[in-house]
């Protein structure tokens, strides 16, 4: 049977890797294959810098989208693929070898899969997680913090000059060609249970 794709995207902290880790809690490792828009990101030395001199992260063209395409439609052909972890340049993190294995049900996520048109045409199903942007700028600044060594000034310049304008300009145009949109200020069982039933229905047929 041909893979199912899912895209998820969504806004800076709405919730996208906590929908992920429900997915793969819910699924056995042989059922599910999850690939993240993060570790496509171009070398460092390609980002576009804005006017402070601040590289850039919150833009599509940061993301290798050729490579990430060409890996999809490898797993959609049942070939596993093999890449290098990126660690948001974490000092503090060694890069580890990722494989990603074929699998009924692929899920690729990130803030601008949906912008890239040879990857947007691949979704079986296109997914939009939304919350407000004062709980993703609350759960960012615990995230950032923790999970990528920033300091507080750090996470509010980005938030600011770069996550802000990402938002409206490659995330919200696309939110209305979308199949489902999860909303997630506290929660989203009824939503996850929507989709649950939904992939069922697809995996049985």
Not at 99 to 119: C, H, N, Q, R
Request: with cysteine.
């Amino acid at each position: 049977m041909k893979p199912y794709l899912i895209g998820i995207a969504g806004g800076s902290a709405s919730g996208k890797t906590t929908l992920i880790k429900r997915l793969q809690d819910t699924y056995a490792p042989h059922e599910i294959c999850v690939i993240s828009q993060d570790h496509y990101y171009k070398p460092l030395s390609e980002q576009q810098t804005d006017s402070n001199g601040e590289v850039n992260f919150d833009l599509p063209s940061g993301i290798d989208f050729k490579r990430l395409v060409r890996d999809v439609r490898k797993l959609q052909k049942g070939n596993p693929v093999e890449i290098v972890e990126y660690t948001f340049n974490n000092p503090n993190i060694f890069p580890k070898p990722i494989l990603f294995k074929p699998a009924p049900i692929i899920v690729v996520e990130g803030l601008f899969i949906y912008t890239d048109s040879k990857l947007d045409e691949l979704f079986d199903l296109k997914l939009y997680i939304e919350a407000s942007l004062d709980v993703m700028l609350k759960r960012r600044m615990r995230r950032d913090a923790v999970e990528r060594g920033m300091t507080k000034e750090q996470i509010e310049y980005q938030w600011n000059e770069h996550v802000l304008p990402a938002y409206r300009d490659y995330l919200l145009p696309y939110k209305e060609n979308v199949d489902l949109i999860i909303v997630n200020n506290t929660h989203f069982e009824n939503s996850f249970r929507v989709l649950l039933n939904h992939l069922s229905s697809v995996l049985s047929s």
